[in-house]
T-cell receptor, first 111, second 114 residues
Framework: DAKTTQPNSMESNEEEPVHLPCNHS???????IHWYRQLPSQGPEYVIHGLTSNVNNRMASLAIAEDRKSSTLILHRATLRDAAVYYCILNFAGSARQLTFGSGTQLTVLP | DTEVTQTPKHLVMGMTNKKSLKCEQH?????MYWYKQKAKKPPELMFVYSYEKLSINESVPSRFSPECPNSSLLNLHLHALQPEDSALYLC?????????????FGQGTRLTVV
């Protein structure tokens, strides 16, 4: 199964953009790239997903490299409520082995 | 209604007890999942159901027994657990297993085995 690699932790200042990287060099052509985040004492929360093209929604943007071997989650203006563990996950299309979490990135937002 | 509801929120059980965790969703999702999460670790996939049939069992010990009685409900039956099974148990659902759908997670059941 394809795996993802993320930095263990990152820091950002409040109201500044945050770029969270993810490497997935063994991704297959049908794997979707998903991002979830988990706030303390809560279940994971969906953030965004994409296949090949960059994606935007109200929470974030997802930039996918042309070769799809890496992606970046962009939070345009970090707030204190964005402090969470962010997980980059490959969702295997058509496979029951879905949503297997890697170690994630702990994002700290500084006031 | 975009909620996945898990009950109970907290559970303390002895090693000889039998208990069940319940998960419910009313979004018409046909895929449902159980995860186990230890402190400071990512969620670990335990079971996946698709159209009420078990699709994945990630080599979970038989003291954990899942059940999907209908498309809205997922149970996890617990029997003869060990203290190391203490963890947050998360349920999730998604429209299907096609990879192009978001998953919704419940808030979890915090289980303590004494």
């Amino acid at each position: 199964d394809a795996k993802t690699t993320q930095p263990n932790s990152m820091e950002s200042n409040e109201e500044e953009p945050v770029h969270l990287p993810c490497n997935h060099s063994t991704i297959s052509g049908t794997d979707y790239i998903h991002w979830y985040r988990q706030l303390p004492s809560q279940g994971p929360e969906y953030v965004i997903h994409g296949l090949t093209s960059n994606v935007n929604n109200r929470m974030a943007s997802l930039a996918i490299a042309e070769d799809r071997k890496s992606s970046t989650l962009i939070l345009h203006r970090a707030t204190l409520r964005d402090a969470a563990v962010y997980y980059c996950i490959l969702n295997f299309a058509g496979s029951a082995r879905q949503l297997t979490f890697g170690s994630g990135t702990q994002l700290t937002v500084l006031p | 209604d975009t909620e996945v509801t898990q009950t109970p929120k907290h559970l303390v059980m002895g090693m000889t007890n039998k208990k069940s965790l319940k998960c419910e969703q009313h979004m018409g999702h046909r895929a449902m999942y159980w995860y186990k999460q230890k402190a400071k670790k990512p969620p670990e996939l335990m079971f996946v159901y698709s159209y009420e049939k078990l699709s994945i069992n990630e080599s979970v010990p038989s003291r954990f027994s899942p059940e999907c009685p209908n498309s809205s409900l997922l149970n996890l039956h617990l029997h003869a657990l060990q203290p190391e099974d203490s963890a947050l148990y998360l349920c999730a659902s998604s429209q299907s297993l096609d990879g192009n759908t978001e998953a919704f997670f419940g808030q979890g059941t915090r289980l303590t085995v004494v």
